[in-house]
């Protein structure tokens, strides 16, 4: 018998081991790994070799975050087959799982219809057609280069530029014409929107998401 290999990813402790231990006791059904974060999860992904993944969509409270880690996943493997795990039932919380590459959306209540999901997942039987996934991406993916584009002001991007080249804050100074006083207004409400602890972060990260 073929056994499919699962990789678990899930916040809650308890509840990730409820699941392994209830998936482990399929007879085709085995986990080779397991994270509690986005960072964990794409560092051990690829060493695990799973054949479908498990992924809740809240890895932090209420931030749909699981969602930007399926598409990560499938950026390192294209043909990795998730399906979502959550609590949660918005029809555009289901939209934006599917538009992130997921093949199936189960809610936790409905625990039981997992091992099953798992078997349909890993033998491409998918609850949305491919092309139809694949648009959906599409236009996700066009919404939130969008949306990232609106985070910040002008003013903000000149700044995270001019950090991302290195520049000190005496050259900023010069190089805007503003003061001491309003560069660190703009980083702190920087930091706040982009949910990071320094300056060098949010223009690394800025940088990445072709935000200036």
Sequence with gaps: METIKVFLVEDDPVWRKGLVDYLNKEADLTVVGEAGTKAEATERFLAAKADVVLMDI????????GIETAMELIALEAGCKIIMLTSLTAEDVIVESF????????????FKEIPDAI?????????IHPTAAAALRNEFLRLKNEE????????????????????????????????????KNHINRILKKMGVKTSKEAA?????????
């Design 58 to 65: 809240n890895l932090t409270e209420n931030n749909l975050d």
């Design 119 to 127: 078997r349909a997942a890993h033998n491409q039987q998918s609850a």
């Design 148 to 183: 990232n584009r609106k985070l910040l002001s002008p003013a903000e991007k000149d700044i995270l530029q001019l950090i991302h080249q290195g520049k000190t804050q005496t050259q900023i100074e010069q190089s805007l014409h503003i003061t001491k006083r309003t560069i």
């Design 204 to 212: 690394a990260k800025a940088s990445q998401k072709k935000l200036f």
């Design 99 to 110: 538009s992130a590459g997921a093949v199936n959306y189960i809610s936790k209540s409905s």
